[in-house]
Each structure stands twice: as C-alpha cells, then as structure tokens.
T-cell receptor, first 116, second 108 residues
Framework: GAGVSQSPSNKVTEKGKDVELRCDPI?????LYWYRQRLGQGLEFLIY????????KSGLPSDRFSAERTGESVSTLTIQRTQQEDSAVYLC??????????????FGEGSRLTVL | AQRVTQPEKLLSVFKGAPVELKCNYS??????LFWYVQYSRQRLQLLLR??SRESIKGFTADLNKGETSFHLKKPFAQEEDSAMYYC??????????FGTGTRLQVFP
C-alpha cells in the first residue's frame, strides 16, 4: 500500500481481555514506531524498532505491553489483561533509515482502543 | 532527559491575524526540532524541521538555543490552518518526543 496501514481501526474490548494491534509500515521503511495518544493528551512514545530489533522500548508502560516485528515489516502491539486506562488511540509510524534521522515519520490512521 | 512543552492547548485567532504557537524543549545536547500537523480527519504529518530552514504553507520556525524554544509562526493566518500542531524533538537516538499539542482555530 501507499501508506502505513493499521488494524483494527476500532476495537472495543472488556477489561481483562488481551488485544493485538497490527501495523503494516511503508515498504522498505526499516524503522517503526508505536505511540499512544490518550484523549486530550499528546503522543506518548512506546517503542521503536530498527529492523526486527527494538533498541528503545523505554516507553512501554508495564509488562502487560509487548511488541514484536518480523521480516522487517509487520509489527504487532499486544496488550494483555487490558485495563480502562489503556483506552487510547495507538499510532504506528515508519521511516526509512539512511544513517541519519531526518525526523519525518509517516503515520498510520491509528487504532482506537476502548476498554469497557 | 528529553522534554517538549507546548503551553497552550488552544489558540484562537481571526483570519489574517498573526499566529505564534509556542514550543519549549529540554535537552542537554544539540536537538533536532520539528513541527507536525494533523488536519481534521487526516493523518499526522510533518510540517517543517528546523534544519531545513524553510517556510511551509507560510509557516516558519526558528530554533533559539538560548531560550530553548522553537516557536511556530505565521504572519497571516488562514482558515485552512485550523488543525492540531505538535512540536517534536529528536536527540542522539532515533526516538522522536512529542509535545502535548496545540489546537489552532482560525475564525473567518
């Protein structure tokens, strides 16, 4: 596809259930980011992938959160035993890496998670 | 620690008025600063970066290291400028840290 694709676009779940969010980056983009945006707040960094490895996962809020990336392509963000405070829009972004951080991240439309 | 502060949640102006969206940062090294914009029902996208020293859609931003600021300015606001604006900082790593955003409303 032409842009970053995220699925599902909307997810409503019950407290305590696990959810999996998917991100398809732009083809050829080696760097991939996950951010969380709670209602009325800014973008909160979660994790960053370079290829399939995650040099920086400092933003993951708890051990209920995990992410992986395979084939230097698709990434999944998994939230176990969801809590109401996990309700947010989860944004994925990708960027090519040419040895210099140009700062231009290409964002998906986000996955809106609502935990009841 | 890297930190970006946008003190205004909402900025409302009339069409043709000057606009300044404030951004202050905290970083011990030499940062790279960016402005991102999100128009209604669109994806978040890069507006401009300080290193390019360019004007995009009439917007400019100057990095002031003494004041640790990177304010976004436009001399004459247009209705189509109404959007959510985020200031972002990148340090030595590839992590991009965003501020909380400022919503700009331009009234006709």
């Amino acid at each position: 596809g032409a842009g970053v694709s995220q699925s599902p676009s909307n997810k409503v779940t019950e407290k305590g259930k696990d959810v999996e969010l998917r991100c398809d980056p732009i083809s050829g983009h080696t760097a991939l980011y996950w951010y969380r945006q709670r209602l009325g707040q800014g973008l909160e960094f979660l994790i960053y992938f370079q290829g399939n490895s995650a040099p920086d996962k400092s933003g993951l809020p708890s051990d209920r959160f995990s992410a992986e990336r395979t084939g230097e392509s698709v990434s999944t963000l998994t939230i176990q035993r969801t809590q109401q405070e996990d309700s947010a829009v989860y944004l994925c972004a990708s960027t090519p890496r040419d040895g210099r951080n140009t700062g231009e991240l290409f964002f998906g439309e986000g996955s809106r998670l609502t935990v009841l | 620690a890297q930190r970006v502060t946008q003190p205004e949640k909402l900025l409302s102006v009339f069409k043709g008025a000057p606009v300044e969206l404030k951004c202050n940062y905290s970083y011990s090294g030499s940062p790279e600063l960016f402005w991102y914009v999100q128009y209604s029902r669109q994806r978040l996208q890069l507006l401009l970066r300080h290193i390019s020293r360019e004007s995009i859609k009439g917007f400019t931003a100057d990095l002031n290291k003494g004041e640790t600021s990177f304010h976004l300015k436009k001399p004459f606001a247009q209705e189509e400028d109404s959007a959510m604006y985020y200031c972002a900082l990148s340090g030595l790593t590839d992590k991009l840290i965003f501020g909380t955003g400022t919503r700009l409303q331009v009234f006709p």
